[in-house]
């Protein structure tokens, strides 16, 4: 976006969803600005070329310059940041011990992390300050694949000599770093909470084999997401309780409070 270069990150199965999405995406970015898109660079894809995207682009009235091939200068504001994040994705992927199938969460990390960095070009101001006028919250950071323990709140109300949490690895941020998703080991449930603690030395791993299945990561909403296509496939595991060492602030790291609603 030229309105102070931030990044927005849309997953798409396939090209064809492309469409959909920008659809979704575009009125939100609207109102929150409270002007008008009037213009898209793009290259010459599929995904900007089939009828459906062209049908968008005429009732909302854009201008729509396509980039001829291997010229990435006729859209330097999307492809040198597209080079950035996929190096940042890589880093993110390796310091952690996920597989590469988190690919998608560690881009999603990268996007939110270099919409907080400050750049000289906006006089020191990052995009994010520049996209909604509010300070950034750099305590909430975390490090991507670290140990997380998830409270046991409300239903999980837990007994006085059950484990304190549930074990699981921090996978980005959610809602504009308001809240944490957190891959529950013990089933592979992503949990969208506030209210978690952090290892950020410690990078569990899954295990994960071939079994000739696919296994599916569950979202709050209940839909299914593959973790790949082929025959990988990762494994729920069953982690013991933490013991005091991971349980004291001293050693824990970080940790957050937030107030009940």
């Known amino acids: 976006m030229d309105i102070g270069g931030q990044l927005i990150h849309l997953q798409c199965r396939k090209k064809t969803d492309v469409s959909e999405q920008f659809q979704l995406t575009k009125n939100p970015m609207e109102n929150s600005q409270d002007k008008k898109l009037k213009k898209l660079i793009s290259d010459r894809g599929g995904e900007f070329l089939n009828n459906n995207f062209k049908k968008i682009l005429e009732e909302c009235g854009f201008i729509h310059i396509m980039a001829p091939a291997e010229t990435p ?13 996929i ?3 890589c880093f993110l992927l390796a310091k952690s011990n996920l597989p590469a199938q988190f690919w998608a969460n560690a881009v999603n990390t990268a996007v939110f992390l270099s919409n907080l960095i400050p750049t000289a070009m906006r006089d020191g101001w990052s995009p994010n300050f520049l996209w ?3 300070p950034e919250r750099f305590s909430k950071l975390k490090n991507f694949g670290c140990r997380a323990m998830v409270y046991n709140l409300g239903q999980h109300i837990r007994w006085k000599l059950d484990p304190p949490g549930q074990p699981g690895i921090f996978i ?4 504009n ?10 089933d592979l449930k992503v949990l969208i909470t506030q209210h978690a603690t952090f290892n950020k030395n410690f990078f569990p791993s899954i295990p994960h084999y071939n079994t000739g299945k696919t296994h599916f990561i569950t979202e709050l909403n209940n839909q299914p997401i593959p973790l790949d296509s082929c025959q990988t496939t990762c494994k729920p595991i069953v982690e013991p309780s933490p013991g005091p060492e991971l349980i004291g602030e001293t050693q824990l790291g970080e940790t957050t409070e937030e107030s009940k609603t």
């Open 177 to 186: 770093n308001t809240a944490y998703r957190i891959l529950r080991l013990t």
């Open 87 to 89: 190096k940042k994705d």
């Open 132 to 134: 909604t006028n509010s």
């Open 73 to 85: 200068q006729h859209n330097r504001f999307a492809e040198s940041p597209n080079c950035t994040i």
């Open 172 to 175: 980005g941020y959610e809602n």
